[in-house]
């Protein structure tokens, strides 16, 4: 499975943009790039995913490197509930592989009002 | 839309004994998965269960753990004995189908306490 590489923490102020980087030079052509949060005390909850293209929906953003080696989720403002780890994730869409999430370690997003 | 429910919420037990967790998913998700999280790390899969049969199980450790999904609906995750290395938050999670871009919903979990 091919991996992802994301910094350990980083901090924003309220209201301000967010940029969490990932990593993931080893990509396939045909893996999907998904990103997932984990507020405290709680299960994860997907956020979005994209192939090739930028992304957009209500929560944030994807943005994806012309090669696809790497990607940036983008929160357009942060709030204090935007605090929880951030995780970037590979999906292979082959429906004969396993649909199953690999986690890492993801990113801590702090948020100070 | 109800999510995914999960009980108990907490469960704190000696080595040794057993313990079970249960979950209910989403109502017509076909797919459920049991992680394991140790503190300070992300997710592991144990075991993904398409409808009721086993679809993944090579993480699940099967001299201690066993999952069973009888009627294709909730499910129950058992532990016999219990290891202190056991101790972490057992997340239960669907999805409408097995295909790898369906969205993964999860509960809350169950955070088991081995002392």
């Known amino acids: 499975d091919a991996k992802t590489t994301q910094p350990n923490s980083m901090e924003s102020n309220e209201e301000e943009p967010v940029h969490l980087p990932c990593n993931h030079s080893?990509?396939?052509?045909?893996?999907?790039i998904h990103w997932y949060r984990q507020l405290p005390s709680q299960g994860p909850e997907y956020v979005i995913h994209?192939?090739?293209s930028n992304v957009n929906n209500r929560m944030a953003s994807l943005a994806i490197a012309e090669d696809r080696k790497s990607s940036t989720l983008i929160l357009h403002r942060a709030t204090l509930r935007d605090a929880a780890v951030y995780y970037c994730?590979?999906?292979?869409?082959?429906?004969?592989?396993?649909?199953?999430?690999?986690f890492g370690t993801g990113t801590r997003l702090q948020v100070f009002p | 839309e109800a999510g995914v429910a999960q009980s108990p919420r907490y469960k704190i037990i000696e080595k040794r004994q057993s313990v079970a967790f249960w979950c209910n998913p989403i109502?017509?998700?076909?797919?459920l998965y049991w992680y394991q999280q140790i503190l300070g790390q992300g997710p592991k899969l144990l075991i993904q269960f398409q409808n009721n049969g086993v679809v993944d199980d090579s993480q699940l450790p099967k001299d201690r753990f066993s999952a069973e999904r009888l009627k294709g609906v909730d499910s129950t995750l058992k532990i016999q004995p219990a290891k202190l290395e056991d101790s972490a938050v057992y997340l239960c999670?669907?999805?409408?189908?097995?295909?790898?871009?369906?969205?993964?919903?999860f509960g809350p979990g169950t955070r088991l306490t081995v002392t």
């Open positions: 994730i590979l999906r292979d869409p082959n429906p004969y592989n396993t649909d199953k999430l690999i």
């Open positions: 994209g192939l090739t």
């Open positions: 080893t990509i396939s052509g045909t893996d999907y």
């Open positions: 999670a669907s999805s409408l189908t097995g295909l790898s871009n369906n969205e993964q919903y």
């Open positions: 109502s017509g998700h076909a797919t």
